[in-house]
Structures are given as structure tokens and as C-alpha cells.
């Protein structure tokens, strides 16, 4: 069964102390993986696809990596407005569904 | 171009009560798709329509949860009888991919309270 696990489940940084989110996920053959940022009482908002091993996106202060068993959220002398939650998914090839892991609640102080 | 539109934004119900929740994809995305996220925890698929066919519902509580997508546009989804663990935000999202192999686009979700 398709599985995304996120860590660490929090992380609190100062203001431009740069950081990494972790996502591992189980697959049977990945079709894509995707990051969202989700803000209190809002929906998840899409930042990134990542489809193959190696591959890497950029936006601003945020850098996504991908591997052939999990993918990391670098995130660049972070700011107050990036706190959020972020959160990893998965498609596989074995079917439709996107399984989201449980975020990480990135804190960012001033 | 307008979101992803849900309604009502929050309820509060009684335990065995009913519930129905309304979503407004956007226009031409065929695929709709209906998650339940507990406080926590990440989004959990319920159920998910390719135009006004279910693609994949095997995490639907069918005894108390249905769900129907109108000529392949707006869904409802109803929860009847509600019970204490059923309290969540209940999130709707749409594709414009069949396969939902792309990016989803959320509503701002309907918070369930159930006493």
C-alpha cells in the first residue's frame, strides 16, 4: 500500500535559519510526488511536482528535491510568512488516489 | 478564474444527526475529488469522481457517508448519522486531469463539529 510519512511533525526556526523538511514514501511505482502549503483554516496550496529521481523545483525561498525513496523541502533564510503546514503526496502507478502524509508545521520567528 | 467553492464554511450538529456539505469545482475540471482531514493529520481520501462516475471510494464509510456529483459538476456530500468521530474539516478539490495524476486545486473546506 502507497504510504507518505513526513519529518520532523514541527520545526521551529528563527528568521533566515535556513532548514529541510523530510518526505519518505512507499510506492509502487511513483507517477508524481507533490508539495502543498496549507495555512490555518484554508486549503492545501500547490507548490510543487516532482516526477523522477534527481529532478528539483524552485520558488522563491523554497527548493524541492526528489530521490528514488523520499524528497526533501529546503527551505532558504525562511521569513515569518513562511510558517505553515507543508505537506507531501504521492501518486503511484498502481492507481488514481493522491495519499497525502501528515505535514509538517514549520514555525518561523522574527 | 474562480476557485474552488464550498459551502456552508463551518457546522455544528448533534451526534446521529445529518449533515450534507456542497462543492463548486472549477469549471471544465472533470475530476472532483472529496478528503477529510483531522486535526493533525494530513488530507484522507473519501471519494473520487471522474465527471459524475466514482473512479474510487474504498475509504467512503458507506453505512453513514454518501456522495453524489450532479451532471458532473457540483457534489454534494452527506453524512447521515453523524457520529463524535466524524468531526473534521471536510475538504473538496478538483483536477483537470483525468487520472489525477496533476496538481489538485482545494476549496477552503467545511469544518464539522459534532456534539
Known amino acids: 500500500e502507497d504510504q507518505v510519512t513526513q519529518s520532523p511533525e514541527a520545526l521551529r526556526l528563527q528568521e533566515g535559519e535556513s532548514s529541510s523538511l523530510n518526505c519518505s514514501y512507499t510506492v509502487s511505482g511513483l507517477r508524481g510526488l507533490f508539495w502543498y502549503r496549507q495555512d490555518p483554516g484554508k486549503g492545501p496550496e500547490f507548490l510543487f511536482t516532482l516526477y523522477s529521481a534527481g529532478e528539483e523545483k524552485e520558488k522563491e525561498r523554497l527548493k524541492a528535491t526528489l530521490t528514488k525513496k523520499e524528497s526533501f523541502l529546503h527551505i532558504t533564510a525562511p521569513k515569518p510568512e513562511d510558517s505553515a503546514t507543508y505537506l507531501c503526496?504521492?501518486?503511484?502507478?498502481?492507481?488514481?488516489?493522491?495519499?497525502f502524509g501528515a505535514g509538517t508545521r514549520l514555525f518561523v520567528k522574527a | 478564474e474562480a476557485g474552488v467553492a464550498q459551502s456552508p464554511r463551518y457546522k455544528i450538529i448533534e451526534k446521529r444527526q445529518s449533515v450534507a456539505f456542497w462543492c463548486n469545482p472549477i469549471?471544465?475540471?472533470?475530476?472532483l475529488y472529496w478528503y477529510q482531514q483531522i486535526l493533525g493529520q494530513g488530507p484522507k481520501l473519501l471519494i473520487q469522481f471522474q465527471n459524475n462516475g466514482v473512479v474510487d471510494d474504498s475509504q467512503l464509510p458507506k453505512d453513514r457517508f454518501s456522495a453524489e456529483r450532479l451532471k458532473g459538476v457540483d457534489s454534494t456530500l452527506k453524512i447521515q448519522p453523524a457520529k463524535l468521530e466524524d468531526s473534521a474539516v471536510y475538504l473538496c478539490?478538483?483536477?483537470?486531469?483525468?487520472?489525477?495524476?496533476?496538481?489538485?486545486?482545494f476549496g477552503e473546506g467545511s469544518r464539522l463539529t459534532v456534539l
Open positions: 478539490a478538483s483536477s483537470s486531469t483525468g487520472t489525477g495524476a496533476g496538481e489538485l486545486f
Open positions: 503526496a504521492v501518486i503511484g502507478t498502481g492507481g488514481f488516489k493522491t495519499i
Open positions: 469549471s471544465g475540471h472533470a475530476t
